[in-house]
C-alpha cells in the first residue's frame, strides 16, 4: 500500500485517514461506513454507522435498537469530513453497497460482497467507475461459474415436488440474511407451505418491511404439536442440521444452497441428500467483467482466492495487489473453509425470535 | 449419455441403498440394451484400459478454457480430481447431444485407442462441446479409465433382478465371468429360461459377516465347523467339459497365473467346482502375503519364482458334484464330499483339504484361536453345519473370527491432503513410534478410521502446527496420539522403522495421552512373529 491510497488495512479495518472513518470494520471505531449487514462486514458498537436507505432494516435487526444509523439513498453523495461518499448497489443482498470513496480528484470504491447476476431481494449490482477496487475473491477460480438463478430454481422446486410425493418434508439450509430470501423469492408456493427457523423469519419481516415481495411464510415453531410436516418446505440457517429443532419434521430430506456446491468432494462431506449451486457472491467470469467494468488502474484484492486473482490481473497488465484483512496469515491457503463461514455460518445471535 | 449421467448423479447423491436401487431400476426400465449393457458394465467396475492419459485431458482442457498450467493446479488444489477439474473449467457447452451411452462409448471412445494424438485431440475437443459438467466428468472417467460409482454389484443385480423377474441368484451368475457389453448380453442376463450357464462361469462367492459378539450368541458349538482363516486369494477351480477355469473372487480369471493349479484341473472329475484358497505354500507350511504379491501383477513367471512361491489350492467347499448345482445340501455333507475327493486327487503339494480346528467348548475354541498367527493364519472361520452355499454376503451361516489386531500408540507427525471427497483437507497422516534413541520414526500411514467431526479437528491442527513442507506433505508438532491397529507385521529393509504393518488403520485419537507416552519401536519389534 502506498501512504497517498485514500484506504489503508489497521487493525480495526479499512481506514480513510482523510475523512477519519472506516469502512466495514472488524472492531468497534466511532465512525463505520457499513457496506451490508453480514457478521462479517458490520460490527457491533460502533459511535455511527452509515448504510444504505435499502439496507437501514436490514442493519437495524443485526446493530440493535440503541445502534445509530445514519441512511442514504443509493447515489447520493455525503461529505464525511471531507471526503464525498457515496454508496452504490452491490447486489449481494438487500441494502448490500459498494462505497465510492472521492478526495482530491482520486476515486475509490470498495465492493464488499457483491455479484454480477440481478434477483428479486435487492438491488441489481451496478458498475462504478474508479481509480481503485477494492474486489472480494470468495470464489476466485475460474472452475466457480454460476448456473443461471432460474435453472437452479426449478430444481430447487422439482425437489420439493418430489419430497412431497415421498411424503417427506423439505429441509432447505441457507444463511439467514440475505440466501434465505433470495431462495424464498424463488419458491413455488403452488407445491406446500413454507415454514422458516426464527433467525430467518426475523430477517424476513425486516425485507418486507423494506417492500420485498417474499411468498407467505410461517414461523416453524408456532406450528401446533403432532403437525404433519411432510410436504412442507422450511428453510433454515445451516447450523440447524442434524438438531433436535430439525428432527421434530419426521422424515425430511436435505438440501444446501451454497457456491461451494459446485464441487463433488464438498457437496458430499456436507451429507445433505441435495447439493444445490447458488451463491451471492460474484463467480470468476463476474468477477473479472466487474474489475473490467470499473476501469481501474489499481485493484485490490480481498478475501477468498486473493492470490490468484492477483496474479491473473498481473498477467493481464493490471496493478493488482493483495490487501490484507484479518483473515490474512491465520492459514496457509484460502480455501473453502473460509468462505464457507462468510456464506454459510448463520448468525451468532438471535438465533430464534424475540 | 445424458442418461447415464443422470443415473450416476442420483447414485452418486445417496448414500441410502433403496434409493440407489430405485434410480437404477429406473435407469434400466428405460434403456435400450445396447447402453444397458455398457451401463452394467461400467457400473460394477469393470472399465476399459485408459484411453488419453489425465495428463493430456489436463493439457488439452487448460487450453480449450484459455486458463494457463498454474491456474489449472490452483483449480486441482480446490477440486481435488483430475476428470472434475476440466469438467468445471472447460466453457458452457455450445450445443448439447442425445446420442446414447452405447454411441459414445463404441463409436467414439474405443475407437480413439489406435487413434493419433492429433485425433485424439480433436475427439475430445469436439466431444466436449456437446456435453454439460456431469457428462463431461463422466465421460472423462471413462476415457481415463478411472470411472468408479458408490454401488456395488450387488446392487445393480438387485436392480436388474428386479427390471427382468429374474432370481437376482441367476443374475448375479450370468454376471459372472468374461462377457462382451452387446445388446444380446442383455437380453441373455434378462432371460426367465435359466438353463444357460456358461461353463467357464463360477458360482457367485459365499461370503462371511465379521463375528462381533462373543461366540457364545451362535448357540451350541456342535452345530458349527471351525477352520482357519487363511490369508491368500479366495478362488474358485472349475473343471467342465475338460476344461479348467481358475477365478478369484475379485471375479478374474487367473488360469493362467497359477499354473500349478491349472494342471490341477485334469485330475479332478468331469463337472466340479471347488472353493478354496490360493496359498503360497512351501515345505508343508504357508509363506507370508508378501510372497504371494511377488508373483501377483508379473506378467511372466520364471522357473526361480516358481519355484520360490509354489501355490496350493486350500479347498474349503464343494459347491458343484458331477456337473450338478449341490450349493443348497447342507455344508456337512459337501464337506464329506470335497474330503473324499481331495483324497482321491491325492496331490498333497497341489491340493489340501482345509483342516478343521477340533473343539468341544467355545472356550476351547477361543483357545485355539490363539494360535491363528503361529500359522500365519488370520483367526478362524466358522461355518453352520446345516448351511447352504448362499450368493453373497448373508448374515447368520458363516463368519470370520478374526484374532484381534495389533494396536499400537503412535504420534502424528506429518500430514498430507486427501483427494476426492476429501481434497483440502489434511487426512492422510503419517504416525510414528520412538526408536532407541529417542526419537520419533515412521511407522505406518494412515487415512480412515476418524469421523468427519475428528478429520476437521485434526485439519485445523495441522494447519496451525506446520513445521516444514516436503512436496504436497506437511511434517507437523509431534503433539497428537492415536491408536492404530494393523493386521500383520513384518522385518523390511524398505522402512527405516525396520519393520511393515499390513493394513494400518486409526482405531481412535487418545486425546488422553501426551506423545511421551507412545509406544517404542522396541516394544513393537516384540510383535514379530517369531521374537
Not at chain 2, 472361520?381 to 446345516?386: E, I, Q, S, T
Request: hydrophobic share 40%; proline share 6%; aromatic share 8%.
Amino acid at each position: 500500500m502506498n501512504a497517498s491510497d485514500l484506504l489503508q488495512p489497521t487493525e480495526h479495518g479499512l481506514y480513510c485517514e482523510e475523512g477519519d472513518f472506516h469502512v466495514d470494520p472488524w472492531r468497534p471505531v466511532p465512525r463505520a461506513v457499513v457496506t451490508h449487514a453480514h457478521a462479517d462486514h458490520a460490527c457491533w458498537g460502533c459511535g455511527r454507522y452509515l448504510t444504505s436507505a435499502e439496507g437501514e432494516r436490514v442493519l437495524r435487526v443485526r446493530m440493535g435498537r440503541e445502534a445509530v444509523i445514519d441512511a442514504v439513498a443509493y447515489g447520493e453523495a455525503v461529505d464525511v469530513g471531507g471526503v464525498r461518499v457515496s454508496l452504490h448497489p452491490a447486489g449481494h443482498i438487500l441494502g448490500s453497497s459498494q462505497v465510492r470513496l472521492e478526495h482530491r480528484g482520486r476515486v475509490w470504491v470498495v465492493s464488499g460482497d457483491y455479484k454480477v447476476e440481478p434477483d428479486a431481494t435487492c438491488s441489481p449490482f451496478e458498475p462504478v467507475r474508479c481509480h481503485a477496487f477494492v474486489t472480494e475473491s470468495t470464489f476466485g477460480l475460474p472452475i466457480y461459474r454460476w448456473p443461471s438463478q432460474q435453472a437452479v430454481f426449478d430444481e430447487i422446486n422439482a425437489w420439493w415436488r418430489s419430497n412431497r410425493e415421498a411424503g417427506k418434508a423439505s429441509l432447505l439450509l441457507a444463511y439467514a440474511l440475505g440466501k434465505s430470501q433470495r431462495l424464498l423469492s424463488g419458491l413455488d408456493p403452488s407445491i406446500g407451505p413454507i415454514y422458516t427457523h426464527g433467525a430467518v423469519e426475523k430477517l424476513n419481516r425486516a425485507y418486507r418491511e423494506t417492500g420485498i415481495d417474499l411468498p407467505p411464510t410461517s414461523y416453524a415453531g408456532a406450528a401446533e404439536k403432532g403437525k404433519s410436516w411432510a410436504g412442507s418446505m422450511i428453510v433454515a440457517p445451516p447450523s440447524a442440521q442434524g438438531t433436535p429443532w430439525a428432527r421434530k419434521f419426521g422424515p425430511v430430506s436435505y438440501a444446501l444452497a451454497s457456491g461451494w456446491m459446485t464441487i463433488r468432494g464438498t457437496r458430499r462431506r456436507k451429507a445433505v441428500d441435495r447439493g444445490f449451486v447458488l451463491s451471492d457472491h460474484v463467480d470468476w467470469p463476474g468477477l473479472l467483467g466487474a474489475i473490467e467494468a470499473t476501469g481501474a488502474e489499481r485493484v485490490l484484492v480481498t478475501h477468498g482466492y486473493s492470490a490468484v486473482v492477483v496474479k491473473w490481473l498481473r498477467e493481464k497488465g493490471l496493478d493488482a495487489d493483495v490487501i490484507l484483512t484479518r483473515y490474512e496469515g491465520e492459514r496457509d491457503d484460502k480455501g473453502a473453509e473460509e468462505g464457507e463461514a462468510d456464506e454459510e455460518t448463520p448468525p451468532a445471535e438471535g438465533e430464534e425470535l424475540s | 449419455m445424458k442418461a447415464f449421467a443422470e443415473l450416476y448423479t442420483a447414485l452418486d447423491e445417496t448414500t441410502k441403498t433403496g434409493e440407489k436401487v430405485e434410480a437404477l431400476t429406473r435407469y434400466f426400465a428405460q434403456a435400450r440394451p445396447a447402453d444397458a449393457a455398457w451401463a452394467v458394465y461400467f457400473l460394477i467396475g469393470r472399465k476399459p484400459k485408459q484411453v488419453v492419459p489425465s495428463k493430456k485431458l489436463r493439457a488439452w482442457a487448460a487450453e480449450a478454457a484459455g486458463v494457463p498450467d498454474w491456474l489449472f493446479d490452483e483449480s486441482y488444489d480446490a477440486v481435488g480430481d483430475v476428470a472434475e477439474t476440466v469438467a468445471l473449467l472447460l466453457p458452457t457447452p455450445d450445443r448439447s447431444s442425445d446420442l446414447p451411452l452405447s454411441h459414445w462409448v463404441e463409436d467414439r471412445l474405443l475407437p480413439l485407442r489406435d487413434a493419433d494424438e492429433a485425433a485424439q485431440h480433436a475427439a475430445m475437443i469436439d466431444a466436449w462441446r456437446s456435453m454439460d459438467r456431469t457428462q463431461r466428468f463422466v465421460w472423462n472417467k471413462l476415457i481415463s479409465g478411472g470411472f468408479r460409482v458408490g454401488v456395488s454389484q450387488q446392487l445393480v443385480t438387485r436392480a436388474l433382478a428386479r427390471v427382468s423377474g429374474v432370481e437376482a441368484a441367476i443374475v448375479a451368475h450370468r454376471l459372472m465371468g468374461d462377457w462382451e457389453p452387446t445388446p444380446a448380453f442383455y437380453d441373455r442376463l434378462r432371460m426367465t429360461d435359466a438353463r444357460d450357464a456358461d461353463h467357464s462361469r463360477p458360482y457367485p462367492f459365499c461370503l462371511a459377516h465379521a463375528l462381533e459378539g462373543p461366540p457364545e450368541s451362535l448357540g451350541a458349538i456342535e452345530d458349527w465347523q471351525a477352520e482357519w482363516k487363511w490369508d491368500g486369494i479366495r478362488a474358485q477351480l472349475i473343471r467342465r467339459r475338460g476344461d479348467t477355469f481358475l477365478w478369484t473372487r475379485g471375479e478374474e480369471l487367473v488360469t493362467d497365473r497359477y499354473p500349478e493349479l491349472a494342471t490341477l484341473g485334469a485330475f479332478l472329475p468331469e463337472g466340479t467346482v471347488l472353493d478354496g484358497e490360493i496359498l503360497p505354500w512351501l515345505d508343508g507350511s504357508p509363506l507370508p502375503f508378501a510372497q504371494l504379491q511377488r508373483r501377483i501383477g508379473r506378467k511372466t513367471l520364471g522357473k526361480t519364482i516358481l519355484a520360490e512361491v509354489p501355490v496350493v489350492l486350500i479347498a474349503y467347499d464343494l459347491i458343484e458334484s458331477g456337473g450338478k448345482d449341490i450349493r443348497a445340501e447342507p455344508f456337512e455333507s459337501r464337506r464329506s464330499g470335497l474330503a473324499r475327493l481331495v483324497e482321491s486327487v491325492n496331490l498333497p503339494d497341489r491340493l489340501i483339504l482345509s483342516p478343521t480346528v477340533e473343539a468341544t467348548s467355545w472356550e476351547g475354541l477361543t483357545e485355539a484361536r490363539e494360535g491363528s498367527r503361529d500359522r500365519q493364519a488370520e483367526g478362524l472361520m466358522l461355518k453352520r453345519r446345516g448351511s447352504p452355499y448362499h450368493v453373497g454376503r448373508k448374515r447368520g451361516d458363516w463368519w470370520k473370527w478374526k484374532v484381534n489386531p495389533f494396536t499400537v500408540d503412535a504420534v502424528l507427525t506429518a500430514a498430507q491432503r486427501g483427494s476426492g471427497k476429501r481434497a483440502s483437507l489434511y487426512t492422510d497422516y503419517t504416525f510414528s513410534v520412538w526408536d532407541d534413541a529417542g526419537k520419533l520414526v515412521p511407522i505406518a500411514k494412515a487415512y480412515s478410521g476418524l469421523t468427519d467431526k475428528e478429520i476437521a479437528r485434526v485439519d485445523a491442527f495441522v494447519r496451525r502446527h506446520m513445521v516444514e513442507k516436503f512436496g504436497p506433505v506437511r511434517t507437523v508438532k509431534p503433539e497428537l496420539v492415536f491408536e492404530l491397529a494393523f493386521e500383520g507385521i513384518q522385518r523390511s529393509t524398505r522402512h527405516k522403522s525396520g519393520i511393515a504393518v499390513r493394513f494400518p488403520r486409526i482405531l481412535r485419537w487418545r486425546d488422553d495421552k501426551k506423545p511421551e507416552e507412545a509406544d517404542t519401536l522396541e516394544g513393537i519389534r516384540a510383535m514379530l512373529p517369531g521374537e
